[in-house]
């Protein structure tokens, strides 16, 4: 059930990442693309699928939450890529708050990746002290 449940989350990562990117690729280009019914939907299911998958690997292999800083990191990570998700596809009232909010919001997702792999808050930098 592990090996089921970490490969349908990291490829809800990279679905989600993906889709993303192509998100404000087409905010960028200013495409009717973006307003589509299923560009609207199918990253609320990704999500919620890559969500479901995080929580029931915290659960299958009984991880103490609040015992891993690796875990509360990526959890803030989460948050602030959504809040900034929500500035460069929705609420970013210039195209350059948009791009900022946009390019940051990888940096994030990265961010997010390195502290899943390193199993650290230091993210990637982890990898460096070793």
């Not at 679905?15 to 693309?33: A, D, E, K, N, V």
């Not at 299923?38 to 299958?60: M, N, Q, Y």
């Not at 875990?71 to 929705?90: P, Q």
């Amino acid at each position: 059930m592990y090996s089921f449940l970490l490969t349908t989350h990291a490829a809800c990562a990279l679905l989600t990442i993906s889709g993303f990117i192509l998100r404000g690729y087409w905010m960028l280009q200013g495409s009717p693309l973006l307003r589509h019914t299923v560009t609207r939907v199918a990253p609320h299911v990704v999500d919620a699928l890559f969500l479901a998958t995080g929580i029931a690997l915290i659960v299958e292999i009984r991880l103490a939450v609040l015992q891993n800083g690796w875990l509360l990191a990526k959890f803030a990570g989460l948050l602030l890529y959504i809040a900034l998700g929500m500035i460069a596809l929705r609420f970013g009232r210039s195209r350059e708050t948009r791009m900022t909010a946009f390019i940051a919001a990888i940096a994030v997702f990265a961010y997010i990746v390195g502290a899943a792999l390193s199993k650290s808050p230091a993210s990637w930098l982890a990898y460096l002290a070793r």
